[in-house]
Nanobody
């Protein structure tokens, strides 16, 4: 099982980024998939989750209305569309899946929101 994130970078406040999480070794449509983030000196925070059926999503209050999680089953990839970015969104963003009783994390992608 491997999760590889990409799409992070430096963006100005109010800007947008789309993060990708390419999965291998399993099928993303078979499991709930999540994005977490971790800022320096802060605990890891659950940002968004999409159910295995793809019919339901959940978001942290801090990102509701600005972020959107989705997936492309054909590409076996999960996305996080981030709009109206704020400096407090600066963090390493990590893709996560729990298969059976094993937790898998990607290596993370840095998102920096600054003018």
């Amino acid at each position: 099982v491997q999760l590889v994130e990409s799409g992070g970078g430096l963006v100005q406040p109010g800007g947008s980024l789309r993060l990708s999480c390419a999965a291998s070794g399993f099928t993303v449509s078979s499991y709930a998939m999540s994005w977490y983030r971790q800022a320096p000196g802060k605990e890891r925070e659950l940002v968004a989750t999409i159910t295995s059926a793809g019919d339901s999503t959940n978001y942290a209050d801090s990102v509701k209305g600005r972020f959107s999680i989705s997936r492309d089953n054909a590409k076996n990839t999960v996305y996080l569309q981030m709009n109206s970015l704020k400096p407090e969104d600066t963090a390493v963003y990590l893709c996560y899946v729990r298969r059976w009783f094993v937790h898998y994390w990607g290596q993370g992608t840095q998102v920096t929101v600054s003018s």
